[in-house]
């Protein structure tokens, strides 16, 4: 699935919408996913915007949004 519904779906990656190895690594994921237990969403995305996401430390982020909170980078990818 593409992009979250209305109400915020539980796992959420959100990630540079620019960075190529994130869109590698985000189709990676979803093709590994065939419970759709992952929502995807860029940074760029108005989701994200309107949940006031940004790309921190910097551009080439990824973001993990768990019901017990958040992790960002490598703990992210080690978590997923």
């Known amino acids: 699935q593409s992009s979250p519904a209305s109400s915020d779906p539980q796992w959420v990656v959100v990630y540079d919408g620019v960075c190529?190895?994130?869109?590698?690594?985000?189709?990676?994921?979803?093709r590994r996913d065939p419970d759709g237990r992952f929502w995807f969403a860029s940074f760029d995305s108005q989701w994200a915007q309107a949940r006031g996401l940004r790309p921190d430390p910097g551009p080439d982020t990824l973001l993990l949004i768990t019901p017990a909170g958040r992790l960002v980078r490598s703990a992210a990818i080690a978590f997923i």
């Open 20 to 30: 190529h190895l994130c869109h590698f690594w985000v189709r990676w994921v979803h």
